[in-house]
């Protein structure tokens, strides 16, 4: 089996760096480069084992620069997203009775037959696989995540969903999940997640995946009531109140309608307790 060269991959995307911060990102490169090396004698779980590893230490790196700086880990993120993915899929398929569109209920069942809920788990984990070779710096400055930013710290950021299913297209058995990896920050008609310009901007509607579509909410969702370097933290009930609005034109409107049903199952006493993985503790 001819062995892919990594760095071949991401040459162009790494070449945006400057040099900057490479030996930052050298160990995930480094350890990403042993998988596709030794994919014939890696198992499944030992594949994404390695790649949780890697987060965490990207985390460790992130917590010692952060100082200041509020920022749910890389880690506890993609497995908060992956988690109530996962759920939420698995709610709009046992109550598609509640779903008026006809076209949701046509999605889910198709997503529903390439692995469903796993498939959604799988793919949400791996979301945000690339901001694992994107500089600490850049990562914790809220003003590279602004729509009016225009340097080449923003089109790093951007460029996350693509190079993130450039890279999982790499690694056997987990090159189906790409597809989802790169269409999860597309904008339902013209406007991107959290406000931004879509990205890669190929696909509208439909087009995208469910599985993007899903990740797409589920990510605006625990960005928004996580400390995040571009938003404040605000509590369930804001995000409820405001979802359809700031959602518009941004996240498929079908699954905003069933997304607070799915919340109302964390609802206690008035208030809600949405379970969050928070294993890293942040400054």
Not at 16 to 36: M, S
Not at 132 to 145: A, G, R, V
Request: one cysteine or more.
């Amino acid at each position: 089996m001819a062995v892919v060269s990594l760095n071949n991959v991401l040459e162009d995307h790494l070449k945006i760096y400057n040099n900057i911060g490479l030996n930052e990102i050298k160990f995930f490169i480094d350890g990403l480069q042993d998988i596709i090396d030794s994919q014939e004698k890696m198992v499944h779980e030992g594949i994404f084992s390695l790649i949780i590893k890697l987060m965490q230490q990207k985390d460790e790196l992130l917590i010692k620069q952060a100082k200041e700086v509020k920022f749910e880990g890389l880690y506890d993120h993609s497995w908060n997203v992956k988690e109530h993915s996962g759920r939420f899929f698995r709610f709009l398929y046992k109550n598609q009775r509640q779903i008026e569109d006809d076209d949701l209920k046509e999605d889910i069942k198709k997503l529903y037959g390439i692995g469903g809920k796993a498939t959604v788990y799988n793919s949400a984990l791996l979301h945000d696989i690339y901001k694992l070779l994107i500089p600490n710096w850049i990562l914790l400055d809220k003003n590279n995540f602004e729509e009016k930013s225009n340097g080449y710290e923003k089109t790093i950021i951007e460029q996350h969903p693509v190079a993130g299913a450039k890279i999982i297209d790499l690694i056997k058995d987990l090159e189906r999940f790409a597809e989802f990896v790169k269409y999860h920050h597309e904008g339902f008609t013209n406007y991107g997640v959290n406000g931004r310009t879509p990205y890669p901007g190929e696909l509208t509607g439909r087009d995208i995946p469910l599985c993007s579509r899903i990740i797409s909410l589920v990510d605006d969702f625990i960005s928004r009531i996580s400390d995040r370097p571009y938003n404040s933290k605000m509590s369930v009930e804001e995000y409820i109140i405001r979802l359809e609005e700031d959602s518009r034109g941004k996240l498929d409107p079908s699954l905003v309608k069933m997304f607070p049903k799915y919340l109302e199952k964390f609802s206690k006493n008035g208030s809600y307790e949405v379970p969050l993985n928070k294993t890293i503790h942040t400054v």
